[in-house]
């Protein structure tokens, strides 16, 4: 794909002279969903499929970018904003050269495979190839976990998505053939090592994309920031739902926090857990905590849907199946599945027939090859 990205630079512009390609994969979450911006903890992976960004200085005093899978162009002068809507595709690149300005204007290409809008993450990837590439272009490299903050600020600011830190870091910094263990409140990150000889994981996209799932997760959030003040005024000392404990699920009166702060407990719970059973390839346990995690999203923190609760629990009657969950911000997107090796096909067709018979929309299956690690290389 690095070649392709060139080849498209070069009918795109005339020549792919001087150019820097930079790479940086999507990613699943094994477990530990809404629970990154409580300062919780988190078991991401990065995944077989990446954005691919080509760059170089351009010299007609203009930033000049191209998207493949868009189609489109945009150009700007420098100092300037370019003019689309915020999560706009060129937003998050305007927004990672806002953050490290290169210094002159550029002509930057993206494509990628990583599915669009699906909780894969592909803004992040977005995020981490441009600023790879910029750090090239600069003549300056930016620490890993720099490069993932300046990334989340980018989705704050100017996409309008006030994410955690999660998805960045993982794009940074994942490694194959390893899931990363990461505490965010301390933003210490382990590789953890995953025997994949027995297993596969597989992604089913539902392709359902509702509109509300920003503003749910905004809700979410302003949620968690409610049952936070409320801990704090018997507990000044208390920073976060991550440090919550079962007497404040008792203490609080709305019954709805109870529920959010449930969640955030037993879900920071559920990857502790899940380490272990990938140190120690407990395949059957950490389905067993994928089903726990599931039932914790719909019930407690209510970020399912029917699409997804179809998906994890039509899986979930295949033996081959040790588990399945919705995973990502939820209201759609995509359920990861753990499956016995060479399992994954038989289960993709089914799940998918049954779920195209219900809904009439096919869902896309995925098995997780090796992952991709960000890189940069030069021409
Ligand atoms: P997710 O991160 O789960 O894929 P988001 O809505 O956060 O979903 O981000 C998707 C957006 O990121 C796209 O709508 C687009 O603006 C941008 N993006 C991601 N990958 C690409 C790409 N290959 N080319 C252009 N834009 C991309
Ligand atoms: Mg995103």
Redesign the pocket.
């Known amino acids: 794909m690095e070649q392709a990205a060139r080849e498209a630079f070069a009918k795109w512009r005339g020549s792919a002279d001087r150019v820097v390609i930079a790479r940086a994969p999507g990613r699943v979450n094994l477990v530990g969903d809404h629970t990154d911006y409580n300062d919780g903890l988190v078991l991401p992976m990065i995944l077989d499929r990446a954005?691919y960004v080509a760059a170089r200085f351009s010299l007609d005093g203009a930033h000049h970018f191209w998207?493949e899978?868009?189609r489109e162009g945009v150009t700007y002068s420098p100092g300037q904003w370019p003019g689309v809507r915020p999560?706009?595709?060129a937003s998050?690149i305007a927004g990672m050269i806002q953050e490290l300005p290169p210094p002159g204007p550029i002509e930057l290409l993206?494509?990628?495979d990583?599915?669009?809008?699906?909780?894969?993450?592909?803004?992040?990837?977005?995020e981490m190839a441009t600023g790879l590439a910029l750090e090239a272009l600069r003549g300056k490299s930016v620490p890993p976990l720099e490069l993932a903050q300046i990334g989340q600020r980018v989705e704050h600011r100017y996409a309008g998505?006030k994410c955690g830190i999660m998805d960045q870091i993982v794009s940074r910094v994942g490694r194959t053939g390893h899931a990363l263990f990461l505490d965010c409140h301390t933003l210490k990150w382990e590789h953890i090592p995953i025997q994949s000889e027995d297993i596969q994981f597989l992604v089913i996209d539902s392709r359902v994309r509702r509109q509300l799932a920003t503003s749910k997760y905004n809700e979410r959030r302003a949620e968690c920031q409610k049952a936070l003040e409320f801990m704090q005024a018997s507990d000044a000392a208390i920073t976060s739902l991550r440090y919550a404990g079962a007497h404040h699920v008792k203490e609080i009166k709305e019954s709805v926090l109870q529920r959010r702060i449930r969640h955030v407990i037993s879900e920071n719970n559920r990857v502790e857990a899940a380490c272990s059973t990938v140190i120690h390839s407990d395949w059957g346990t950490l389905g067993r905590i994928f089903s726990l995690s599931h039932e914790s999203l719909q019930g407690d923190y209510e970020v399912s849907c029917e699409e997804m609760d179809f998906l994890a629990a039509h899986a979930e009657l295949f033996p081959g199946v040790f588990g399945a969950r919705m995973m990502g911000g939820g209201f759609g997107g995509c359920t990861i599945n753990l499956a016995r090796a060479g399992e994954g096909p038989a289960i993709a067709a089914s799940v998918t027939a049954a779920y195209e018979d219900k809904y009439e929309q096919k869902p896309v299956a995925h098995i997780i090859g090796p992952g991709l690690e960000a890189r940069r290389s030069y021409d």
Do not use: E, I, K, R
């Open positions: 954005v998207s899978n868009y999560g706009h595709w998050y993206v494509m990628g990583v599915p669009l809008g699906a909780g894969l993450s592909s803004s992040a990837a977005l998505v």
